[in-house]
């Protein structure tokens, strides 16, 4: 059984940098293929703001992509979301995912953390 | 980017009766790039139906979804107590993997 777990500062000022990691167990970041990162604003619904593949490429949602780093440390069997330049918008939820399937045949988000609140504020 | 709309926004029902829930993409999204996930208040999303039809592991039967190119349902054959939450679709096709906003199911 695969498990996710997200790790970060619960509260970041505005015009610095969010940083949350995700450890997972049961799995391997070295060798399954893709992980991503889902937030949600509070009261609204899911926004998916990229993936990581284990070979280190990313995906981004071009609405994030000039402020957004994933990140692998394989070592730690973890991986990481770097969120820059972050305003009052960037408060939600951030939940890490695995990518069950791959992405050429039935890509699902399988596994999921239980989320961690972000909120950005002086 | 494509863009799934989800209806009813909200659907109010009794326990025992069916959901049928819709999801449209604004371009065609293969069968096999398309997924249903419910969230609880206070939950991570979970995974039911992924590849349009087939159920994740530990799903109940009466969870099914159907559907191809822009249209797409998932049915709740018929609603149980648990089954009262919020219902997204995903599509997996093209980046960004973006999300329908989401349809709320509540107890009538």
């Known amino acids: 059984q695969v498990q996710l777990q997200e790790s970060g500062p619960g509260l970041v000022k505005p015009s610095g940098t969010l940083s949350l990691t995700c450890a997972v167990s049961g799995g391997s970041i070295s060798t399954d293929d893709w992980w991503t990162w889902v937030r949600q604003s509070p009261g609204k619904g899911l926004e998916w703001i990229g993936e990581i593949h284990h070979a280190g490429s990313t995906h981004y949602n071009p609405s994030l992509t000039s402020r957004v780093t994933m990140s692998l440390d394989k070592s730690k069997n973890q991986f990481s979301l770097r969120v820059t330049a972050v305003t009052a918008a960037d408060t939600a939820v951030y939940y890490c995912a695995r990518v069950g399937g791959t992405t050429a045949f039935e890509p699902r988000l399988d596994y999921w953390g239980q989320g961690t609140l972000v909120t950005v504020s002086s | ?108």
């Open chain 2, 1 to 108: 980017e494509t863009v799934l709309t989800q209806s009813p926004g909200t659907l109010s029902l009794s326990p025992g009766e069916r959901a049928t829930l819709s999801c449209r993409a604004s371009q065609s999204v293969r069968s096999s790039f398309l997924a249903w996930y419910q969230q609880r208040p206070g939950q991570a999303p979970r995974l039911l139906i992924y590849g349009a039809s087939s159920r994740a592991t530990g799903i109940p039967d009466r969870f099914s979804g159907s559907g191809s190119g822009t249209d797409f349902t998932l049915t709740i054959s018929r609603l149980e107590p648990e089954d009262f939450a919020l219902y997204y679709c995903q599509q997996y096709l093209s980046s960004p993997r973006t999300f329908g906003p989401g349809t709320k199911v509540e107890i009538k």
